[in-house]
């Protein structure tokens, strides 16, 4: 990556100010702070510029959106819908939860038709790619209600590993959330992106999935998002994801 510009591109306060870190006033006291980084690298001059088309910017470690064209939406999926932008078959697709965008949005990864919850649409093509990758290992949150009283043996068998015909496979971690009457509610957090993972599992330990629920996907959080709306990441959610896609270590339970 090429070192920040010093006589062509905007001086680094005012790229910082125009993405929405801060005032241009606040931004110049980052930068003297030595909590700015430009391709990785500590800038602490005033009269630094950058090249907001090719330079990395990051403030206390999260990375800076400086690409204003990018888009970044978090949808609640419905069931029934499925994880394309157009389906050859007539099902119902993802077009019409992006009608308010003028940009060409795309989903990060696929929830099959039946899963509902958290779902990212972009036209970030560099972020969808790492993101979806599954050496990358994004980890992903699921709440699954099942058939049957899960028991504590269960959810230990879940995180030691099990046998699928694909391999072997281990949650991340599993708890048991509820169980009475006759289904349980189990969640499970993973970072394979294995098709149809969950419900391969909890089948494979007797404990089919009535209905499943994708809460988080990386560091970003579905909360109170109603399904069958989307919404724009916010200014902390989008660097949270290009910290991440960046190779940057973000943690996966920021909010």
């Known amino acids: 990556m090429s070192e920040p510009r010093s006589t062509e591109g905007v001086r680094l306060q005012k790229a910082l100010a125009?993405?929405?870190?801060?005032?241009?006033?606040?931004?110049?006291?980052?930068?003297?702070?030595?909590?700015?980084?430009?391709?990785?690298?500590?800038?602490?001059?005033?009269?630094?510029?950058?090249?907001?088309?090719?330079?990395?910017?990051?403030?206390?470690?999260?990375?800076?959106?400086?690409?204003?064209?990018?888009?970044?939406?978090?949808?609640?999926?419905?069931?029934?819908?499925?994880?394309?932008?157009?389906?050859?078959?007539?099902?119902?697709?993802?077009?019409?939860?992006?009608?308010?965008?003028?940009?060409?949005?795309?989903?990060?990864?696929?929830?099959?038709?039946?899963?509902?919850?958290?779902?990212?649409?972009?036209?970030?093509?560099?972020?969808?790619h790492v993101l979806a990758h599954p050496s990358f290992g994004v980890t992903k949150v699921y709440i699954a209600q099942v058939e049957g009283r899960v028991t504590a043996q269960t959810i230990a068998r879940l995180t030691r590993g099990i046998e699928l015909e694909d391999g072997p496979i281990a949650a991340d971690k599993a708890r048991l959330l509820d169980a009475s009457g006759d289904s349980s509610l189990v969640e499970l957090t993973l970072h394979s992106g294995r098709n149809r993972i969950v419900r391969r599992m909890m089948a494979e330990v007797g404990h089919p999935v009535v209905e499943l629920v994708r809460r988080q996907f990386g560091p970003l959080h579905l909360g109170t998002l109603p399904v069958g709306r989307a919404r724009e990441l916010t200014k902390l959610e989008r660097g949270a994801l290009l910290t991440l896609s960046r190779g940057e270590g973000a943690p996966d339970d920021t909010p």
Request: hydrophobic share 40%.
């Open 18 to 128: 125009n993405a929405g870190v801060a005032s241009r006033r606040v931004s110049e006291q980052l930068i003297v702070e030595g909590r700015v980084r430009v391709n990785g690298v500590v800038v602490t001059e005033l009269g630094s510029r950058v090249d907001p088309d090719a330079d990395l910017i990051d403030v206390d470690g999260v990375a800076v959106q400086l690409d204003t064209g990018k888009r970044y939406v978090m949808l609640n999926k419905p069931t029934g819908v499925v994880s394309t932008m157009k389906d050859e078959r007539g099902r119902p697709d993802l077009r019409r939860f992006t009608a308010e965008w003028d940009e060409r949005l795309y989903n990060v990864g696929r929830l099959d038709a039946d899963t509902s919850g958290l779902l990212v649409l972009t036209n970030d093509g560099d972020l969808a």
